[in-house]
């Protein structure tokens, strides 16, 4: 077990002297980088890949995925593995996975209704339109949201879970106590962070530095141990007490000195209100399969439909030789501004705000689809309509999405949040976790739109309470009843167009999902009017660029800019087999669950022998 955790290997007085040389030797040979431009992103690896009959966990790390997969060959359900995958990654990926965020999980039981359960977080009950009008910092108490992590995982273990409770919380209570062995991916995450000046110096982050910081300041390296051992008390609390603990109990009391002492805005009453929902997923009908997105305050569920919805009316072709040619990449921009600007014109929390219907509908796809010249780009500020468009300059992106399915084939899509790398980086004193910094979700200038990015439409002001607008977009898809894919991403707005285009290349171009994940990938999302490519594929931008440019596109490759991690699964009904993709881009890792070998069937081998 502890081999397969990866936790240190030994603590034998011989490795931790073998472990502190290579150190002291790396430390003195390399120079320290200074600055969290200085450091190296991990070189690119394969996709990685699992195949079972008995279900499958793919999410960002090793430990968290095998954990759910431990869960399911206990005999728990998706959703219990889900539970625990949630918790593990709060200790093992503490950059976005989280028990103080909020998030989307959709839940496909075998011959049910799809669900999504949904714990976004909600506005403190101080705010109002212009409260964050002149307001600048990312990084400040100020910037969370009253969480909802806690109160959705609740939420989706009370129905439908199978396990108890604190055993889906005991793994991650361990690994947070003895600690992980850091992989690269989690050095250049925490590492990226601690040489930021803010960081290093404010007083504000120095429970931050406390937490995540290594001793004498140095820099982590893949192989090192990180102990979290304030964060594994809240997790014994919370294992004991459950969700209450955090919104009503210890934990709450802890947030709320720390918003006190910090200038944050959540209350002890803000707290104790939370809610988490259960809304029905938004669906519909793309090439013969179904799929099921998550509801508003997501507009990912609606907009990825209605790209989906238009990219089959517009009649995208496969092209066998390239991945992706400049019609396909056309046309799909061309899809992204007119999705992304009815999702700046129409959606919020439908609690705040009523969704027009014809979001939801084929038809409104069908007509939006026919506005597409094959042959000219229109502009953004064409597309805008009777929006109103600012022209001064500005904006700013961390989320992690798990992707589970179960031996009776029931299915888990969840994506969840801190919004940025951290959140806001405060951790309440004595927690051992940070908050998540989600208000920038919402539309913080009334009226104000500008070609940038920044939107300030009216369906996204900000509330008392109201839950701000996201673009997360875990993803279940179903053929004849069954599921056929699961499927989500981090990456703020790139959320949508990540996941349309591994939907287009699987449901369209039946492309297996290993080539669809492992593939490039573009964003368009109205404004800036650009369609920005990452910079892994040379070859293809070259490729491409003239074709689009003559059609009036604009390019851009910010140079290291890689979209989204992707994690998904395929399942064949008829086989029963499934197939976990964990992206290459953040690292990640598709977890197989044994074959469960029936008791009855163990005591024939067993007698034949
Ligand atoms: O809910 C949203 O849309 C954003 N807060 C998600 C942020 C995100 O994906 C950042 N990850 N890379």
Redesign the pocket.
């Known amino acids: 077990m502890i081999e397969k955790y990866k936790f240190t290997a030994s603590s034998t007085a011989f490795h931790s002297f073998h472990l502190c040389c290579c150190v002291l030797m790396l430390v003195t040979l390399i120079p320290l980088p200074s600055s969290a431009e200085d450091i190296v992103r991990p070189e690119r690896a394969a996709v990685d890949i699992a195949e079972s009959h008995s279900g499958i966990v793919v999410s960002d790390t090793d430990i968290a995925s095998q954990i759910g997969a431990d869960i399911l060959a206990q005999g728990g359900n998706a959703v219990d593995a889900a539970v625990a995958v949630a918790f593990a990654l709060a200790v093992t990926w503490p950059e976005?996975g989280n028990i103080s965020g909020?998030?989307f999980m959709m839940v496909a039981p075998p011959n049910e209704e799809v669900v999504c359960v949904e714990y976004?977080e909600t506005a403190p009950a101080c705010v109002d339109e212009h409260s964050f009008e002149k307001w600048q910092e990312r990084h400040h108490a100020q910037m969370a949201g009253v969480p909802g992590t806690l109160r959705g995982l609740e939420l989706a273990h009370k129905k439908y879970g199978s396990l108890p409770w604190d055993q889906l919380v005991k793994p991650s209570i361990r690994i947070a106590r003895e600690g992980i062995v850091v992989d690269e991916y989690l050095a250049y995450s925490l590492n990226r962070v601690l040489t930021l000046s803010s960081i290093k110096n404010e007083k504000r982050f120095a429970e931050f530095r406390r937490l995540y910081g290594k001793a004498n300041g140095e820099l982590w390296q893949a192989g090192d141990l990180l102990k979290q051992p304030d964060l594994a008390i809240t997790l014994e609390i919370i294992a004991e007490q459950g969700a209450d603990a955090f919104y009503t109990g210890g934990i709450a009391k802890k947030i709320v000195a720390e918003m006190e002492e910090q200038g944050g805005l959540i209350t002890a009453e803000d707290l104790k209100n939370y809610k988490a929902n259960i809304r029905p997923a938004v669906s519909g009908q793309v090439n013969g399969y179904t799929l099921y997105g998550a509801y508003p305050p997501?507009?990912?569920g609606i907009t990825v439909l209605l790209q989906m919805r238009m990219a089959e009316a517009v009649g995208l072709e496969m092209d066998p030789e390239n991945y992706w040619n400049a019609d396909q990449v056309h046309l799909l921009a061309e899809i992204s501004k007119r999705a992304f600007r009815d999702r700046a014109a129409y959606l919020a929390d439908p609690d705040f705000s009523s969704i027009p219907e014809f979001m939801f509908s084929n038809q409104y796809a069908q007509k939006q689809a026919e506005k597409i010249s094959r042959n000219q780009a229109t502009s953004s500020i064409e597309v805008a309509g009777e929006i109103p468009i600012s022209n001064l300059p500005e904006e700013s992106?961390?989320?992690?999405h798990f992707s589970i399915i179960d031996r009776n084939g029931m299915a888990v899509s969840n994506?969840y949040?801190?919004?940025?790398?951290f959140g806001c980086r405060i951790a309440p004193k004595g927690t051992g976790f940070v908050l998540?910094n989600?208000m920038?979700?919402f539309n913080w200038i009334p009226g104000y739109t500008n070609q940038q990015g920044r939107i300030g439409t009216k369906p996204n002001l900000m509330n008392p309470g109201k839950r701000?607008?996201?673009?997360?977009s875990p993803m279940i898809v179903r053929k004849d009843g069954e599921v056929a894919l699961i499927i989500g991403?981090?990456?703020?707005?790139?959320?949508i167009n990540t996941v349309t285009q591994i939907l287009v290349q699987t449901l369209l171009f039946d492309r297996p999902l290993v080539e669809a994940i492992d593939g490039p990938r573009f964003h368009h999302q109205w404004f800036p009017d650009e369609i920005k490519f990452e910079s892994d594929d040379q070859e293809q931008l070259t490729r491409l660029t003239r074709s689009l440019i003559d059609r009036g596109h604009t390019i851009s490759r910010p140079k290291g800019w890689l979209q989204?991690?992707a994690h998904g699964i395929e399942y064949d009904p008829l086989t029963r087999t499934a197939v976990g993709v964990a992206d290459w881009r953040r690292g990640g890792k598709a977890v197989a669950v044994p074959q469960i070998v029936p008791l009855k069937e163990k005591a024939v081998t067993n007698d034949s022998q």
């Open positions: 976005a909020g998030g976004r997501s507009s990912g992106l961390e989320t992690t994506t949040t801190l919004e940025g790398t998540n989600e920038g979700d701000m607008l996201s673009s997360q991403s981090p990456g703020g707005r790139t959320i989204g991690s």
